[in-house]
């Protein structure tokens, strides 16, 4: 287990929980998996600043032990891009669902990619609003209930690995819950690269999804997300003609220039000295 | 309702864009300060880069200047026939507008009209582009609100360094324009409505 | 002729552009923004300027983002402004609030232009008052500057930094089209070298939000920042938001005993023997200014209060002006804004007229001396009837 011999907990912010998730809810492992990163690379807290949006998934800040930003709705990126900028030095970490990054915060999603600036996003993807009380996203798999689409979802999914890869994105992951002792891998390889990087969380939202689309428990999700993840057969017979084959892994990693670098090369140009703001 | 005596030089620059009335209007106005008088210049133009309507309005005065847009105009540089058209009436009746040649054929003339050649002028310094400097001499000469060395000084200061010389040459050209034209209505800066 | 003593030291200067020095002269040493008329030229000039300062210059991909990264600059230690007009105004509302609720300092300057919606791009208003006072959900305190010459826009951007870093708010500058583009001779100090903003040190225990001085990310123990209702290390407060009540009121009375917001509130003239007194702001206090001179030319007594900050109201200097004349004349650019608290804080003590346009262009001199004159004189018929 890579937790095994660290002190994980020094990450965790003990004082506030237990979380505002549900029982059985994927963010938890997430959240393990983010804060073991951290052990792993034991990291200064006071130089770390996770970023959250609003969400299930926007809470992430509030429960890592290191600098904390819940900002709003879709923003995350946004404000993580002039924190970075302003602080190069600080590892920003974004955590963000998948209607946060990919519905109203798409825009700032696709352009931190272009720019490439050392931001680690983590993408939270339940295929489903939690928060708000099981709303479809534009993740929800093709035919599934949310309780905006009863009858099943007639809208065309959005893969978030393609649109990273194709924004520019230069280290680009998907994983699963059911992954746990991977998660934290992945998050480490993606701080640890410099540019934007984005590590895709395929998780469960038993409480919504799950129940909507007649899944069962958390672990008959966990392991519809397995079979999703590597084309083994569903469970649930029914299941089949709405769970797309996802794969997982890394699908990029490559360097090229990073933001702050090319800014600070900008400013050496015309005289400046970055850094010193 | 009474009309206070401002002791001030009301100036609009009217043109379409890529005319450079923009630029007339920072020249001029830089020229005012240079010779020491207080100025404000506003601006208004459409959502067009190039050809839609443009002007420039310049209060050049010794004393505070307070509301800066033009109401009546005591000059008013017309390079273009909408221009025309929307501005002339805003000319104050012992105003006088210099307008381009080129549209007085389809406006005829009024007595306070001076039609001046600005665009067969530039075409003859190689460059249509110079209209609107030799349009500020021209409005300078019968204004005298500005001094020539400060429009040399003012000119120097905003247009590219090779282009210097050829747009002294334009201000030159200016001042002729207006001299030949009507050397009667010629007011010396000294002489202007500005006590200095 | 002989030139005015100094004038060799005059720049003319457009009135972004003099946002911008003013932003550097107030510290600023990074700019997000998005292009919009009449705004653009300050984002350019910060384009310019910042890179070779080594602050710190983004455009980003719209007036959400440009807000957002500004708010997150400022808890990255850096002194942040954004610029933009109404509808880059209207999308920055939503961040406005959360940079209100977690009390960070930034500056953001919106030069009005006719709308609503597109509305007149290039032409001058003054719609976005009430905008800037409630356009974010939610109360907040506020503090919002104007500028009506090219002089003001430097000194009130300055001032606008001053503020936020002192009061840690947003702080908003309006100002409007024609302020904007407008070409003045001014004489300005040399820009400060860059240097960067200094934060008092923290315990881990010392309380980070509420009447205590802003201290950024990675300048100390962890920090905790959030839009929700917290409490003063940061945390969540979502059953009763006492704590974020008590922040809104401790800023509002802070920002209103500031004796520099009280000594900048209003700039009057020829008020003293004043019978009509026309209360007016930004480019419309200008023109005001020269109908004071033309109604006096017709022996009315007339005096100018230029409103310079507009929100915090100035209810008490209201008051008292309305003690002292029978009439207070407010014209704007728009369909009546301003005129609204005015009214609520004159509480009847004089009559109040209102003179509106809202087509883009100016109210001329006048204009206003003639709507006064004729309002004048209507009130005095009837008193004689």
């Known amino acids: 287990m890579p937790r095994l011999g660290l002190d994980v907990d020094q990450y965790l912010r003990t004082q506030v929980l237990p979380t505002v998730w549900c029982p059985g809810c994927g963010n938890g492992n997430t959240v393990e998996g983010l804060a073991t990163a951290f052990a792993r690379m034991d990291v200064d807290p006071t130089q770390v600043v996770v970023v959250g949006g609003i969400g299930c998934s926007g809470r992430t800040p509030f429960y890592v032990k290191t600098n904390a930003m819940h900002t709003t709705h879709g923003r995350a990126l946004a404000y993580a891009t002039g924190l970075k900028?302003?602080?190069?030095?600080?590892?920003?970490?974004?955590?963000?669902?998948?209607?946060?990054?990919?519905?109203?915060?798409?825009?700032?999603?696709?352009?931190?990619?272009?720019?490439?600036?050392?931001?680690?996003?983590?993408?939270?993807?339940?295929?489903?609003?939690?928060?708000?009380g099981g709303q479809e996203a534009p993740t929800t798999p093709l035919g599934s209930r949310t309780t905006t689409s009863l009858t099943g979802s007639i809208e065309r999914t959005f893969d978030t690995v393609e649109i990273a890869l194709a924004a520019g994105a230069t280290y680009v992951a998907r994983t699963t819950t059911f992954d746990m002792q991977e998660i934290p891998l992945r998050i480490e390889e993606a701080i640890t690269h410099p540019g934007f990087a984005v590590v895709e969380?395929?998780?469960?939202?038993?409480?919504?999804?799950?129940?909507?689309?007649?899944?069962?428990?958390?672990?008959?999700?966990?392991?519809?997300?397995?079979?999703?993840?590597?084309?083994?057969?569903?469970?649930?017979?029914?299941?089949?003609?709405?769970?797309?084959?996802l794969k997982t892994g890394v699908f990029r990693n490559e360097k090229s220039v990073e933001f702050t670098k090319a800014y600070s090369d900008l400013c050496a140009r015309v005289g400046g000295s970055y850094g010193l703001s | 309702m009474a009309s206070v005596e401002r002791d001030q030089i009301r100036i609009r620059l009217a043109g379409k864009g890529g005319q450079g009335i923009m630029l007339g209007g920072a020249i001029l106005a830089e020229a005012a300060m240079l010779d020491g008088l207080r100025v404000a210049e506003t601006q208004e133009y459409g959502p067009e880069a190039r050809l839609g309507a443009t002007k420039a309005d310049l209060i050049i005065s010794n004393r505070q200047i307070a509301f800066p847009e033009v109401h009546k105009a005591d000059f008013l540089l017309c390079l273009s026939r909408p221009a025309y058209l929307r501005y002339a009436?805003?000319?104050?009746?012992?105003?006088?507008?210099?307008?381009?040649?080129?549209?007085?054929?389809?406006?005829?003339?009024?007595?306070?009209?001076?039609?001046?050649?600005?665009?067969?002028?530039?075409?003859?310094?190689?460059?249509?582009?110079?209209?609107?400097?030799?349009?500020?001499?021209?409005?300078?000469?019968?204004?005298?609100?500005?001094?020539?060395?400060?429009?040399?000084?003012?000119?120097?200061?905003?247009?590219?360094?090779?282009?210097?010389?050829?747009?002294?040459?334009?201000?030159?050209?200016?001042?002729?324009?207006?001299?030949?034209?009507?050397?009667?209505?010629?007011?010396?800066?000294?002489?202007?409505?500005?006590?200095? | 002729m002989s030139p005015t003593p100094g004038a060799n030291k005059q720049r003319l200067v457009m009135g972004n552009e003099a946002v911008a020095l003013g932003a550097i002269a107030g510290g600023c040493d990074f700019f997000a923004g998005y292009?919009?008329?009449?705004?653009?030229?300050?984002?350019?000039?910060?384009?310019?300027?910042?890179?070779?300062?080594?602050?710190?210059?983004?455009?980003?991909?719209?007036?959400?983002?440009?807000?957002?990264?500004?708010?997150?600059?400022?808890?990255?230690?850096?002194?942040?402004?954004?610029?933009?007009?109404?509808?880059?105004?209207?999308?920055?509302?939503?961040?406005?609030?959360?940079?209100?609720?977690?009390?960070?300092?930034?500056?953001?300057?919106?030069?009005?232009?006719?709308?609503?919606?597109t509305g007149l791009p290039t032409l001058a208003s003054q719609g976005d008052v009430m905008q800037a006072r409630f356009g974010s959900h939610g109360d907040r305190p506020t503090l919002v500057i104007t500028a009506?010459?090219?002089?003001?826009?430097?000194?009130?951007?300055?001032?606008?930094?001053?503020?936020?870093?002192?009061?840690?708010?947003?702080?908003?500058?309006?100002?409007?089209?024609?302020?904007?583009?407008?070409?003045?001779?001014?004489?300005?100090?040399?820009?400060?070298?860059?240097?960067?903003?200094?934060?008092?040190?923290?315990e881990e225990d010392t309380p980070r939000f509420g009447d205590v001085p802003f201290v950024p990310f990675g300048h100390g123990p962890v920090t905790v920042v959030t839009g929700l209702s917290h409490q003063a290390n940061g945390l969540a407060e979502t059953q009763r938001g006492v704590h974020t009540e008590q922040m809104m009121r401790t800023t509002i009375q802070n920002i209103l005993s500031d004796p520099e917001i009280r000594r900048s509130w209003v700039s009057a003239y020829q008020l003293d023997d004043a019978e009509i007194a026309i209360a007016a702001y930004g480019i419309t206090a200008r023109s005001a200014r020269e109908a004071v001179d033309v109604l006096r030319e017709d022996g009315i007594k007339a005096g100018l209060l230029d409103l310079k900050v507009l929100w915090p109201f100035p209810n008490q200097i209201l008051r008292e002006t309305a003690d002292k004349v029978s009439m207070i004349v407010v014209p704007e650019l728009n369909l009546g804004q301003i005129v609204l608290p005015l009214k609520a804080a004159v509480e009847g003590r004089a009559e109040v007229h209102s003179l509106n346009l809202a087509d883009g262009t100016l109210l001329t001199p006048e204009d206003i001396a003639e709507f006064s004159a004729k309002q004048r004189k209507s009130t005095k018929e009837a008193a004689n009837a």
Request: glycine share 8%.
């Open chain 1, 85 to 132: 900028m302003a602080q190069p030095k600080l590892t920003v970490v974004v955590t963000m669902g998948d209607g946060d990054a990919l519905a109203i915060g798409g825009n700032h999603f696709i352009h931190a990619a272009r720019r490439n600036i050392d931001l680690t996003v983590i993408l939270y993807n339940n295929g489903i609003y939690g928060m708000t």
């Open chain 1, 201 to 245: 969380v395929l998780s469960q939202c038993p409480t919504y999804y799950g129940r909507l689309n007649q899944i069962g428990d958390t672990t008959d999700m966990l392991v519809w997300e397995r079979d999703r993840t590597e084309g083994l057969p569903v469970k649930m017979a029914n299941r089949q003609e709405l769970l797309g084959e």
């Open chain 2, 89 to 196: 009436k805003t000319v104050a009746e012992d105003g006088l507008m210099i307008a381009e040649k080129i549209l007085r054929e389809e406006m005829g003339d009024s007595p306070n009209v001076v039609y001046l050649p600005l665009r067969a002028s530039a075409l003859s310094l190689g460059n249509e582009l110079y209209t609107n400097i030799i349009g500020l001499a021209a409005l300078a000469a019968f204004s005298g609100a500005v001094t020539k060395e400060s429009l040399e000084n003012s000119v120097r200061s905003r247009v590219k360094a090779e282009t210097v010389l050829a747009n002294f040459a334009a201000l030159d050209l200016g001042y002729k324009l207006a001299e030949e034209a009507d050397s009667s209505r010629l007011v010396s800066a000294a002489a202007s409505k500005l006590s200095r």
């Open chain 3, 35 to 117: 292009p919009i008329t009449p705004a653009t030229e300050i984002l350019e000039e910060m384009g310019k300027m910042l890179p070779a300062r080594g602050g710190v210059f983004l455009q980003m991909e719209d007036e959400l983002s440009a807000i957002a990264a500004v708010i997150g600059a400022a808890w990255g230690g850096a002194v942040a402004m954004t610029a933009t007009s109404g509808p880059g105004f209207s999308l920055m509302q939503e961040n406005l609030g959360y940079a209100s609720i977690t009390q960070t300092p930034c500056v953001i300057v919106d030069a009005q232009r006719g709308g609503p919606s």
């Open chain 3, 148 to 202: 009506s010459s090219v002089n003001d826009c430097y000194e009130s951007t300055a001032l606008a930094f001053r503020m936020a870093r002192k009061h840690r708010l947003p702080v908003v500058l309006l100002i409007d089209a024609v302020v904007a583009h407008m070409r003045e001779p001014v004489e300005l100090p040399p820009p400060p070298p860059p240097q960067k903003a200094s934060y008092p040190k923290i």
